[in-house]
């Protein structure tokens, strides 16, 4: 893109991880940046380190998504910036793992805030421009996991990226014709902090399941969302246990993966 074409993606969870990852993607396809991120630390390292990588501009915005207002206070500052978001990624996103009665309520509902009402507040509030202009891309993480009907031992988190699914799909088919598009990008296991922060980088399905690298995650979500499509699985693999996960009956693939989900 030249410089009066180039264009800006907002990336949640942009400072380290597959968000990172996927900013350093479009950043490579000619598209400046807005990382958003917790940690203003993490959020300088990774900006410097794309700078270093390409011309591109990267703009650091540092807020808990996870409280109530803070999609709206993202929303406000990248306005009065004068920023205009053309690809919205929503890839924050926490995890947890544990019995439903054994994890700490606050962490549960932050994880809620965060993977499910930040990630619809926020869409809500950069669609309306898109829709204005009919053009734009919005790309929700979501998980494997979401095609499995159940989650034991991360009954929460597994619920959380059924919605994402279910929602980017729905969105998907309203946004036809729009000149819009909703992607979901359905993982499976990565290696990064996240496995780790939200404790099952000692389950038998991480430690069993093959890997897609990160960066190959990165490139196809990335591709799939500018190429409109409503749902990409990364790796052979991957799409198999995707398409196994919905096949009736539906209580043997959960019954499979409770027992992945345990600690090897």
């Given at each position: 893109m030249s410089s009066n074409e180039r264009r800006t993606v907002l990336v949640t969870g942009g400072s380290k991880g597959l968000g990172l990852e996927l900013a350093r993607e479009f950043a490579r396809r000619g598209y400046d940046l807005v990382l958003v991120a917790r940690s203003q630390m993490d959020l300088d390292r990774a900006a410097t380190s794309l700078k270093s990588e390409g011309g591109c501009r990267v703009f650091t915005y540092a807020v808990d998504l996870a409280r109530d207002q803070g999609p709206r206070m993202l929303f406000d500052w990248v306005k009065d910036a004068g920023i205009d978001v053309h690809v919205l990624v929503n890839n924050a996103?926490?995890?947890?793992?544990?019995?439903?009665?054994?994890?700490?309520?606050?962490?549960?509902?932050?994880?809620?805030?965060?993977?499910v009402l930040s990630l619809t507040a926020l869409t809500q509030l950069f669609l309306p421009s898109m829709l204005e202009r009919r053009s734009g891309h919005i790309l929700n993480v979501a998980s494997l996991v979401a095609y499995f009907p159940a989650g034991p031992l991360g009954t929460c988190y597994v619920a959380s990226k059924h919605y994402v699914l279910?929602?980017?799909?729905?969105?998907?088919?309203?946004?036809?014709?729009?000149?819009?598009?909703?992607?979901?990008?359905?993982?499976?296991?990565?290696?990064?902090?996240?496995?780790?922060?939200?404790?099952?980088?000692?389950?038998?399905?991480?430690?069993?399941?093959?890997?897609?690298?990160?960066e190959r995650v990165a490139r196809a979500g990335v591709r799939a969302a500018?190429?409109?499509?409503?749902?990409?699985?990364?790796?052979?693999?991957?799409?198999?246990?995707?398409?196994?996960g919905e096949l009736p009956p539906r209580a043997i693939a959960q019954a499979v993966f409770s027992f992945l989900s345990r600690r090897a």
């Open positions: 996103g926490i995890g947890s793992y544990g019995t439903f009665a054994s994890i700490e309520p606050d962490r549960q509902l932050a994880m809620l805030r965060l993977n279910a929602f980017s799909r729905g969105l998907a088919a309203e946004l036809s014709g729009s000149g819009v598009s909703a992607t979901a990008l359905c993982p499976g296991p990565l290696t990064t902090d996240h496995a780790v922060d939200a404790g099952v980088s000692e389950t038998r399905v991480y430690r069993w399941l093959p890997k897609v690298s990160v500018l190429n409109g499509r409503t749902v990409v699985v990364p790796g052979v693999v991957n799409r198999i246990n995707a398409f196994l």
